[in-house]
């Protein structure tokens, strides 16, 4: 089938499939399970209402459930098994990770990745949000710095792949250690450990802008009275601006934070389209990548502990979302 063609039929059943759901649930309840008529008129329509909204989340519960429950239980359940999946070996693949060299190198990694490029990134964006707010043309600043969000992440891996490429007529990098500092040529994506950070800029590079068009909504939404009130009493730019903005905007800042830090703790393409974690640079995806097809109790395993990694901060993140909402 055309993939057009197909996608199409897709959106058409789709929300074809969803009305009908609605309007027949809808008409079972009202009319079947509890008519609005009789003597107990009052008590079927109080049930009914009590009903109907689980109505309208069955949907995203049922396919929470067999996308995302189910596959969970069942990667766990994997884990406890070998490789042919025939023998039953408890914490065994959990223990063999423990005692690996190559998975305490990805997460170390991972680490780095968690702690590094979350910073950077809010850092940049909380500067940029600052400084283009003040400019008469910030409006294009901010389009030029969120651009990098509409590039895929192997898109952006293959373009900065080109940054760093070891010849000087296509690499910007080394053609600027050649012409201002005479070195020359290095493949910066092959230098152990600091090729880590070259791979990190990539993810800074798209997250910034992300950073600052949420803080800049932010710092919009301080109340001008208090910025004044801190000019009147003899503050300066940078005294208003990290004592009396920043504090403000910290719930949001804390949310972009953790937003970032899951997507850190996620990332694979970068890695995957630059260096294939080569190099050290190895991270806990691309760890569980190389044995998807020949160990899947041990490459379970890592799915788990990145999940388990994982889960706490997508957990703040939520509760943080949620002060902010009230």
């Known amino acids: 089938m055309n993939p057009v063609f197909q996608g199409l039929t897709t959106i058409v059943l789709g929300v074809s499939g969803c009305i009908a759901y609605f309007y027949t649930s809808n008409l079972v309840l009202d009319r079947v399970l509890y008519p609005a008529r009789g003597p107990r008129i009052t008590e079927n329509i109080a049930r009914a209402n009590q009903i109907r909204p689980w109505l309208f989340i069955f949907p995203a519960l049922f396919v929470l459930f067999v996308y995302l429950a189910y596959p969970v ?23 063999a990770l423990l005692q690996s060299p190559d998975f305490r190198r990805a997460f170390l990694n991972n680490a780095l990745w968690a702690l590094f490029v979350p910073a950077a990134s809010v850092a940049f964006g909380l500067l940029a949000a600052q400084l283009t707010d003040k400019l008469a043309w910030g409006n294009a600043a901010k389009s030029l710095i969120f651009m990098p969000m509409a590039i895929s992440f192997v898109g952006a891996s293959l ?37 880590n950070f070259f791979l990190m800029f990539i993810l800074i590079w798209i997250q910034t802008g992300f ?111 949620q002060k902010e909402i009230r």
Request: glycine letters at 8%; proline letters at 5%.
């Open 73 to 95: 239980v069942g990667s766990a359940f994997r884990s406890l098994f070998n490789r042919s999946g025939a023998d039953f070996i408890g914490l065994g693949n959990y223990v």
């Open 159 to 195: 373009i900065w792949k080109f940054v760093y490429a070891v010849d000087s007529d296509i690499g910007l990098v080394n053609a600027i250690l050649l012409g201002l500092f005479g070195v020359g040529p290095v493949d910066v994506l092959q230098i152990p450990f600091w090729n």
């Open 211 to 321: 950073a600052m068009v949420i803080l800049s909504a932010a710092l919009r939404g301080i109340p001008e009275e208090t910025v004044e009130a801190a000019i009147i009493d003899g503050a300066n730019p940078f005294q208003t601006f990290f004592r009396i903005k920043v504090p403000q905007i910290f719930p949001t800042i804390v949310v972009v934070w953790t937003t970032i830090t899951v997507g850190s703790l996620k990332i694979f393409d970068i890695v995957y389209a630059t260096t294939g974690g080569n190099f050290g640079t190895e991270i806990l995806p691309s760890y569980m990548m190389s044995f998807m097809f020949r160990d899947d109790g041990r490459a379970t395993a890592v799915a788990l502990v990145i999940m388990i990694i994982v889960l706490p901060v997508m957990i703040s993140n939520i509760r943080q979302a």
